[in-house]
């Protein structure tokens, strides 16, 4: 039974990484209509950042910090310059993200080698607690918590802020926003910095678990893609139950069918998208 | 014309393989074409179809020896896998459509991936000892190779021309403009959608197993998506609009990624950025690029180039606001 | 002679709405903005299910069909907002409308243009529309009267029974007004009409009957010239209806 307990807390962790990542990919989508198919970058190059860093500054904490600006800058510079061209040609952007996505990976390669590397378990948390006959990773737990800390934070903006509204209306109807007289071009360009910061908060999180590698970026992407088909685009409610359930799936899945850890989490999909073929909590016309 | 017909007898032979494999993959970089210039979709899972096909060859292989019926599994086993995701897929829209395709593929990577060893080789691929044999004596030398699977393409590349301009495929293109207004029309959209994309995951399967008598190896990165992206690589930049623009990426795509990983192991980097220049100057890829030199020299009068007139247009489909969402 | 009836229960915006078109009638519907028109077009187009009610065609339930299974059975539509297919030319719009009524739909070798008759009955059309001349053109390069048109020539193509409307003559300078009212006289008597419009002067050029759609429910209906002198219509438009042009 403690066996499944923290296969469970396993589960919700890596869950929680994803949501992180997630959450950008689909209130981007959902917003702006762009699917970013680099945005497993930010989760990526934010932990290859954060490696960086921490070879001059040795606090886990800061590294992850500077690593969360930098990719949101980099991020708001990439929509900048590269995506708002295409606003209204979406199938360009979704190219464009792709050939990104490709020369991302080699620049990683370039910059930092492509051997799997990854970050130290910052020390605070580096022990294990027992609860019971439970033995369980702190750090797991922190992920766990900084996650749901973070699902309040959306909560919070989304029902009692100007720029929650905005947003959920947004993803309603855009052009209706925009003839609204607010600025949509501030709030895309924020919306995408915030998206590309908290994948990068993830990545940082996460490489203490997962590790990092060049092309971590593409696994990434897939599953964050299944999380938001899954829960719906333009919804972070959406994002964090789906990438809870894709997490604890894929989790529980490699520890008790290890053959089939990947296909359970497609079919959990496919299932969904058969009752629900706009995802769990989308609703911007996905049917055709 | 003349060149291709005689390349084998005076190239070296790794030019000649070289072109051989090109003509492969042409084959399955214009299957991808097809849906995304004629029906609209845009697929990030089409090498599903592509490794269905080599897999079922390679693993039947060990069986069935009668090359017809491998060919024929093949091509079915990845026509069937078509219908049924095509069938599921196409209740959801543009970019979710997009996404599924994606993780369809990755969920057979994953399983060819993990599957057991004896049956598929597992992440490290099977070794196939097969011999292609069409009734007329094994053919496994480089020249034969070389006709057989130029045979293979200029089939494929008919086969695609009849439904291009066959009434079925003048409908599948009304679909892809204006899919409520051709249901307004009359149409069952549907029926003719999973049409085109099973016939263009049949013939993503044919080059499959054709692949597998070429390449005597397959892997499950023949099944995912990075090797879907690389078709929808080719196919942007060799020209979406058209029939031919594909097998013209195909090549452009094989030539670089062979020369340029000669001189440095990023060749990935450069082909992005090749891509992404492509996309940034939002052409019809190289047929375009053709078709305006070749404009620049010879005014063709109102419809008569042998393309019908609304490809030139046609760069990249379907970016109209909100198409895919 | 029945040919077409809807009965309707959709609370909010049609509450139980019923009219009958007769063959060969010209029933025009008119009615105030947010009268509920559109709505009602839609649900016997079959773009929209109703919630309450049903649709008859010649006595055959097609409520529940889908709209594309209506053409087969006689009922062509077009869009108020023009729907044409842009990156194709006006005769391969109609060459496309023609075909999904004919057997060789679903063939897939012999080259379309290859087909005679399809030649044959896409130059009717396009003459009998006046854009014969302009049949090369490709639909993006139309003007907006050339447009709407095509979308009227798009839902002859299929020979209906009953050819719905929706504002066709809308935006459309008083030339072109013109020009499709008398293609709309000029349609054969077997084939009934059933229009929404807000111009009046079209309305009355070829209205056999009207029905007057106010706040989801039906007004009244009848003949134009009864309509004409009915107070309560007058009122509506007066004080806060359509003007004459949408």
């Known amino acids: ?288 | 014309m003349l060149l291709m017909l005689s390349l084998p007898l005076f190239a070296p032979s790794s030019i000649t393989g070289l072109v051989t494999e090109i003509f492969i993959l042409a084959l399955f970089a214009m299957s991808l074409g097809l849906i995304m210039g004629y029906a609209g979709l845009v697929s990030l899972g089409h090498a599903a179809f592509f490794g269905a096909g080599a897999y079922t060859v390679a693993i039947l292989s060990q069986h069935v020896s009668n090359a017809y019926v491998l060919l024929a599994s093949a091509t079915l086993v990845a026509a069937g896998l078509a219908a049924v995701s095509g069938a599921l897929f196409f209740r959801s829209a543009g970019a979710y459509f997009l996404m599924l395709t994606l993780a369809f593929a990755q969920v057979l990577s994953s399983a060819a991936s993990q599957a057991p060893s004896s049956l598929t080789g597992g992440s490290d691929g099977l070794n196939v000892t097969v011999a292609l044999n069409l009734g007329f004596g094994e053919i496994n030398s480089q020249t034969g190779l070389y006709y057989t699977m130029g045979g293979a393409f200029l089939i494929g590349y008919v086969l695609l021309r009849l439904f291009v301009s066959s009434p079925a495929g003048m409908i599948t293109r009304g679909i892809m403009d204006n899919e409520l207004r051709m249901r307004a029309l009359g149409y069952r959209t549907l029926d003719y959608k999973l049409f085109a994309y099973t016939l263009a995951g049949a013939l993503a399967g044919f080059a499959g197993a054709m692949y597998t008598y070429f390449n005597l190896y397959v892997t499950p990165d023949f099944l995912g998506w990075i090797f879907s992206g690389e078709a929808l690589i080719m196919v942007i930049v060799g020209g979406a609009g058209t029939l031919l623009g594909p097998a013209l990426g195909a090549a452009f795509f094989t030539i670089l990624q062979n020369y340029v990983s000669f001189y440095t192991d990023y060749w990935a980097l450069v082909m992005g950025v090749v891509f992404v220049l492509f996309v940034l100057l939002g052409r019809g890829g190289i047929v375009h690029i053709f078709r305006s030199l070749w404009g620049m020299f010879f005014r063709t009068g109102p419809g008569g180039s042998a393309e019908p007139q609304n490809a030139d247009d046609r760069t990249i489909p379907s970016a109209r606001k909100g198409e895919m969402s | 002679m029945e040919n077409l009836n809807k009965a309707f229960g959709r609370l909010r915006v049609l509450n139980g709405v019923s009219l009958t078109v007769q063959r060969g009638q010209r029933h025009v519907l008119i009615g105030p903005n947010g009268a509920g028109k559109t709505t009602a077009f839609q649900c016997i187009a079959g773009l929209m299910r109703p919630d309450g009610g049903t649709i008859l065609l010649e006595d055959k339930d097609v409520s529940t069909l889908p709209v594309h299974a209506r053409v087969s059975l006689g009922m062509a539509c077009t869009f108020q907002k023009t729907s044409l297919l842009d990156g194709l030319t006006v005769a391969e719009n109609v060459q496309l409308a023609v075909t999904a009524l004919k057997p060789y739909r679903f063939r897939v070798w012999k080259p379309l243009s290859r087909h005679g008759d399809l030649r044959q009955d896409t130059r009717e059309i396009l003459q009998a529309c006046g854009l014969w001349d302009r049949r090369d053109q490709r639909v993006n390069r139309l003007s907006y009267g050339e447009q709407r048109t095509l979308e009227i020539a798009l839902a002859l193509a299929s020979k209906p029974k009953v050819l719905l409307l929706d504002e066709p003559t809308s935006g459309m300078s008083p030339a072109e007004t013109a020009q499709t009212t008398a293609l709309l006289r000029r349609l054969p008597r077997s084939m009934a009409l059933l229009v929404i419009e807000h111009d009046m002067d079209v309305v009355f050029s070829i209205a056999d009957y009207i029905t007057v759609l106010h706040h989801g429910e039906v007004l009244v209906s009848g003949p134009p010239d009864q309509i004409r002198a009915n107070e309560r219509v007058k009122e509506i438009y007066l004080s806060g209806g359509a003007g004459p042009r949408a």
């Open chain 1, 1 to 288: 039974m403690s066996a499944l307990a923290v296969q469970v807390m396993t589960g919700l962790a890596y869950g929680m990484l994803l949501f992180m990542i997630s959450i950008g990919l689909s209130i981007i989508f959902g917003l702006m209509g762009v699917l970013n198919l680099a945005h497993g970058a930010f989760f990526v190059v934010g932990a290859y950042v954060a490696l960086s860093v921490l070879r001059g500054v040795h606090s886990f904490w800061v590294a992850a910090l500077l690593s969360v600006l930098v990719m949101a800058t980099v991020g708001l510079i990439m929509e900048r310059t590269l995506l708002a061209r295409f606003y209204g040609d979406e199938l360009s952007q979704v190219l464009l993200t792709f050939g990104l996505a490709f020369i991302i990976a080699d620049v990683i390669k370039m910059i930092w080698g492509a051997r799997l590397q990854s970050l130290p378990t910052p020390s605070a948390f580096d022990f294990s607690f027992s609860f019971g006959s439970v033995v369980f990773p702190t750090y797991r737990l922190l992920v766990i918590v900084v996650g749901i800390l973070l699902a309040m934070l959306l909560w919070y903006l989304e029902r009692h802020t100007r720029m929650g509204a905005i947003i959920r209306a947004g993803v309603d109807d855009r052009e209706m926003v925009s003839a609204l007289g607010i600025n949509v071009t501030l709030v895309f360009a924020a919306v995408f910095a915030f998206g590309a910061g908290l994948g990068a908060l993830g990545g940082v999180l996460g490489a203490p678990i997962l590790g990092m590698y060049p092309d971590m970026g593409f696994d990434i992407l897939v599953l964050s893609l299944i999380v938001v088909v899954l829960g719906g685009l333009g919804t972070w409610k959406g994002a964090l139950v789906g990438a809870v359930l894709v997490g604890m799936i894929d989790i529980l899945g490699q520890a008790y069918f290890p053959s089939l850890a990947r296909v359970l989490v497609f079919l959990l999909m496919a299932f969904v998208l058969l009752i629900r073929p706009a995802g769990l909590f989308g609703r911007r016309g996905a049917v055709s």
